[in-house]
C-alpha cells in the first residue's frame, strides 16, 4: 500500500505563489510518474501537471503553463507543484496521485494511489 501526503497549501492572494509538495511512503517501488489534480466547488476533478519517472518529461493543462511548475526528488519520494502568478481560478482542493510506469499521464484513471488533498485559495 502507498501513502500519500500533500502539504503547501492555504491562502494566498492574486499574484503570490505556494509551493506543494507531495510525500510518498510504504510500498512506492518500481517506477511510477505522479500528477497534481485540482478539483474547485461545484465543478469536477481536472488534470494540472504530471511528471515521469525520471523527471525529463512534463505536463501542463493549458491553464497552468508558464505558471505551474512540477518537479519530483525520487530520493525523498517527494513531488512538488510551484504555483506562480496564481488568479482566483486557481481555488481548488489540489490532489497529488501516483501511476506506476515509466510514462507521463494527464488521465486520472491510470492513477492508483491519491492523497487526502489540500486546500489552495486565492483572494482577489
Known amino acids: 500500500q502507498v501513502q500519500l501526503v500533500e502539504s503547501g497549501g492555504g491562502l494566498v492572494q492574486a499574484g503570490g505563489s505556494l509551493r506543494l509538495s507531495c510525500a510518498a511512503s510504504g510500498r512506492t517501488f518500481s517506477y511510477y510518474a505522479m500528477g497534481w489534480f485540482r478539483q474547485a466547488p461545484g465543478k469536477e476533478r481536472e488534470f494540472v501537471a504530471t511528471?515521469?519517472?525520471?523527471?525529463?518529461?512534463?505536463d501542463y493543462a493549458d491553464s497552468v503553463k508558464g505558471r505551474f511548475t512540477i518537479s519530483r526528488d525520487n530520493a525523498k519520494n517527494t513531488v512538488y507543484l510551484q504555483m506562480n502568478n496564481l488568479k482566483p481560478v486557481d481555488t481548488a482542493v489540489y490532489y497529488c496521485?501516483?501511476?506506476?510506469?515509466?510514462?507521463?499521464?494527464?488521465?486520472?484513471?491510470?492513477?492508483?494511489?491519491w492523497g487526502q488533498g489540500t486546500q489552495v485559495t486565492v483572494s482577489s
Open positions: 511528471i515521469s519517472w525520471s523527471g525529463s518529461s512534463t
Open positions: 496521485a501516483l501511476a506506476y510506469g515509466s510514462s507521463w499521464y494527464r488521465d486520472s484513471g491510470m492513477y492508483h494511489y
